[in-house]
């Protein structure tokens, strides 16, 4: 929670909204998360529920750019693939590193509100 609330974009607007609580349901019940660690230190996380959201994935500031978001993402994307989930989807800010980064991923936009865009990911078995 506590690296969720020191990203610059994509920041709540409502942190406690999103309780603890949630966090573990994503976790232990509706799907998976992974951490990416170095030197005892959290550098990011992503989890996905099995319903093929993927409900967070968030790098620490100043870890950008070093690979982090995209192991990340890609372990997630393996992990959906493994259950047999067919599409992925999430939701991001618009006009952020993350949209750049989930196009480059290869996200297909399939919706546009006022501030957020939402993505979907066809994901085939391997």
């Known amino acids: 929670m506590e690296l969720r609330l020191s990203v610059a974009e994509n920041r709540l607007s409502d942190p406690s909204r999103v309780t603890r609580e949630i966090y573990e349901d994503y976790i232990t019940r509706r799907g998976r ?3 990416a660690e170095a030197d005892g ?26 690979g982090v ?10 992990w959906l693939t493994e259950q047999g989930v067919g599409e992925a989807v999430l ?13 480059r991923f290869g996200w297909i936009e399939a919706g546009r509100s006022r501030h957020d865009i939402t993505f979907k990911l066809p994901l085939q078995p391997g």
């Open 91 to 103: 939701e991001t800010g618009a006009g952020t590193r993350a949209e750049a980064f989930y196009r």
């Open 69 to 78: 978001g995209l192991a990340l993402m890609r372990a997630c994307v393996d």
């Open 33 to 35: 998360g992974w951490v």
């Open 41 to 66: 230190a959290i550098l990011g996380f992503c989890i996905a529920a099995l319903d093929g959201e993927v409900w967070a994935l968030f790098v620490r500031p100043g870890c950008e750019g070093r």
